[in-house]
């Protein structure tokens, strides 16, 4: 089966975070006299931050919060992350991201971005990265119904290029969100990279095609499909 599409998660796998996503969800949650930590915070990485709000404050805090609960959370979070990705020196892509998307484009994928931020993050980091023309598109789980694990934006990106075979597409992420969302998708490839904020022991659980150390090894994975279509 020939890949057409391959889909890339991005904080973690395409743009590098040194833990600025779990420190800015958990400083939110201070904000709000409310103790998360880091695992608390991995915990939820990947998914939409309201809907990962809501599981925190629901499954650790024990309480039923309120929509407005969660949306203040929410906007002290995305201001967090906003003033991060507008003014951060450390906002740069991951080793060998660039490479990797200019690598598969060439060789005729289309290649996409999507993640569990807003549309207002994901495009200040496109705009930062200045990456307007270094992808084909991307979708950020406030215009889908369902963020992940559900399989929507991938089959938002799928309907855009005019894919209607799930295993003709990849989904590339450094969460156990990313490797749920592509094997809900049906995607032929589903590939975890464990430099990201969870490492390989703590991804093998999940379902997976592969697992890389390095986005440049999805090269290597796909380029043989490639020559074999």
Request: proline share 6%.
């Amino acid at each position: 089966m020939p890949l057409k599409l391959i889909v890339f998660d991005m904080a973690g796998t395409t743009v590098h975070d040194s833990d600025d996503v779990h420190q800015s969800l958990i400083k939110a949650f201070s904000q709000f006299s409310y103790d998360i930590d880091r695992e608390d915070a991995n915990s939820v990485m990947g998914i939409p931050k309201p809907v990962a709000i809501r599981v925190l404050l629901t499954q650790k805090f024990q309480l039923e919060p309120s929509p407005d609960d969660i949306d203040a959370i929410f906007r002290e979070f995305e201001d967090n992350m906003l003033y991060h990705y507008r003014t951060s020196p450390d906002v740069r892509p991951t080793p060998f991201a660039e490479r990797t998307i200019r690598t598969l484009r060439k060789i005729g994928a289309k290649v996409a971005l999507n993640t569990g931020f807003s549309s207002d993050i994901t495009n200040t980091i496109i705009d930062r990265l200045d990456w307007d023309d270094m992808v084909d598109a991307w979708v950020s789980a406030d215009q889908v119904e369902r963020g992940r694990p559900h399989p929507d934006m991938i089959h938002q990106l799928m309907q855009k290029f005019g894919i209607t075979d799930p295993a003709e597409v990849a989904k590339v992420g450094d969460t156990p969100a990313d490797l749920q969302e592509g094997t809900n998708a049906g995607c032929g490839w589903v590939i975890g990279i464990t430099s990201g904020s969870h490492t390989r022991e703590e991804l093998e659980p999940y379902p997976h095609t592969h697992l890389v150390d390095d986005i440049w090894q999805v090269v290597n994975i796909t380029v043989d499909e490639f020559a074999h279509a």
